[in-house]
């Protein structure tokens, strides 16, 4: 099954074929660089991973451009606020940015360009523009035609006539058409700006994509990404720009574009005082359980970002894991090493369907809700060959590698499922649920404690008790030689919770 992309050029599913296989050259808007970044710009980066893992696993070699745009009024407006330079705030926050990325463990990209290195690209393409008569400068400010350009939005369906009438018609006297955006703004005086033939000021924001791209990968490139509230007008400037620039060449072949977060059904935004900052987050949480949350869902579907949306990844998450720690122990870090019967024989089997069908599914516009959808099969089987509680055998150790394989193989291109260390993992997941539960970890500590002084006294009843009481709330007691530990009965506390 060829690898099919949903292209909002066309607003139709495409089979992938790259310009110049095996070489895939794929850009993406990056974030502004003056604050924390919010979750919403992370479910772009855990998505474009995504689909660049799943391209490098197709066999194609992606160049991967991801940038940052560290010229803009709020970088400017900060640095103002806190008496320091635009080049501190934005070198500080691409800093915090890796901070989260790392955190999230997600690949890194090939180039990371910016826009203050990017400079004479940009005035490259503006001259070339106005040598081309498709833009015009008008008291050092630099404009884009936009009748200039006969298929002005052709990736929004947007008409420049209804366009026309959305404006106000005096906003802009400098410009010849309403419409026409900025390429070059001239300095206001004492603000960040650089010398150009049109005097000093700085880009406008839509070109310095155009320039980056044209930098490092070339006029035309297969993947354009970037969050659907891109698409316009900053994406329809993007191929006015660039197809001006370059004429009779198609600037990208597949546009793809991923939804973003509502917040209990309002669309997310920093104006709307909703933000959660991807910091927040991962001070609370796992990265396990964003990038879950983000998978799970279909990159064209909205996702509410709710408590009841992190439970629920929560719940997958540990049903996964909770699979993967107990497969650990039966395999006991050993390889299968014996002839495959049985039901080993045939739980090999259905992974290999399974594994073919997740490939498909992949294949499918990334339909990651049906990958999971099969990887919760797979969970649901396991769990019934291998019940909990049960006695090691060499059929179940085998059942166990293959599941282990199984996920580990999964886990690269998602970079998901890799804490290598399910049992700890889990352990810290249940140290969130209690919370979620009213309970603290030092006073379930003190119950087992004095248990297990009852028990010493052979006060066996007030032991019984005292295992009631904690099973009442939620909680798994485990008995061992040194002593006894807790889980939260994950079943039962998801099966309370769900919407
Ligand atoms: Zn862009």
């Not at 895939?24 to 479910?43: A, S």
């Not at 069908?357 to 990887?375: C, E, G, I, Q, R």
Request: hydrophobic share 35%; glycine share 4%; aromatic share 12%.
């Amino acid at each position: 099954m060829a690898f099919k992309l949903f292209n909002t050029l066309n607003k139709t599913l495409e089979d992938f074929k790259p310009l110049k296989a095996p070489l895939v050259k794929m850009y993406c808007c990056g974030p502004t660089v003056y604050d924390l970044l919010h979750v919403g710009n992370f479910r772009g980066a855990v998505f474009y991973n995504l689909l660049r893992n799943h391209l490098e696993d197709l066999g194609y070699e992606v160049q991967f451009v991801y940038n940052f745009t560290d010229i803009d009024d709020k970088i400017i407006k900060k640095a103002k606020t806190l008496n320091t330079t635009p080049s501190e705030i934005s070198e500080k926050y691409i800093k915090e940015f890796f901070k989260d990325f790392n955190t999230l463990k997600l690949k890194p990209h090939s180039i990371n360009p910016k826009v203050t290195e990017s400079l004479d690209e940009v005035i490259r393409v503006i001259q070339i523009l106005i040598d081309n008569k498709k833009a015009y400068c008008v008291d050092g400010e630099v404009f884009f035609s936009i009748e200039s350009f006969e298929t002005y939005g052709k990736l929004s369906g947007r008409k420049t006539d209804e366009l026309l009438n959305g404006v106000r018609k005096s906003v802009d006297t400098k410009k010849k058409n309403p419409l026409d955006f900025s390429l070059w703004k001239p300095a206001k005086t004492d603000e960040q700006s650089f010398d150009s033939p049109w005097g000093k000021g700085r880009p406008g924001w839509h070109i310095e994509c155009t320039a980056m791209i044209h930098k490092h990968l070339g006029e035309q490139i297969d993947i354009h990404g970037g969050g659907l509230d891109l698409l316009f007008p900053h994406h329809e400037n993007e191929i006015a720009q660039a197809e001006a620039s370059c004429p009779g060449k198609q600037h990208v072949k597949y546009w793809v574009h991923n939804n973003m977060f509502t917040f209990s059904g309002s669309k997310m935004s920093k104006s709307l005082g909703n933000t959660r900052t991807m910091r927040a987050f991962l001070d609370e949480y796992p990265g396990e359980i964003f990038k879950f949350m983000v998978l799970s869902a279909h990159y064209r579907s909205e996702i509410d970002f709710s408590d009841q949306s992190i439970i629920k990844a929560m719940d997958g998450l540990s049903r996964v894991y909770s699979a993967l720690s107990k497969a650990s122990e039966h395999a006991h870090n050993q390889k299968i090493d014996a002839t495959l019967t049985g039901d080993a024989l045939k739980f090999e089997e259905y992974i290999k369907e399974k594994t073919v069908s997740v490939l498909d599914h992949y294949n499918n516009d990334l339909a990651t809700p049906k990958v999971f959808a099969d990887f919760f099969d797979v969970v649901r089987h396991f769990n019934s060959l291998v019940p909990n509680n049960t006695k090691l055998t060499p059929e179940k150790k085998e059942i166990s590698c293959i599941i282990l394989e199984f996920f580990e193989n999964q886990s690269k291109k998602l970079s998901l499922f890799n804490e290598k260390s399910y049992r700890e993992f889990l352990k810290s997941m249940d140290h969130l649920l209690i919370e979620k539960m009213n309970l603290k970890a030092e006073w379930i500590e003190k119950r087992i404690n004095f248990r297990l002084e009852a028990k010493t006294n052979k006060d066996y009843s007030l032991a019984d008790t005292i295992r009631d009481e904690l099973t009442s709330k939620g909680l798994l007691l485990k008995d061992h030689n040194e002593g006894t530990d807790w889980e939260v009965d994950r079943a039962y506390f998801f099966n309370k919770h769900k919407s």
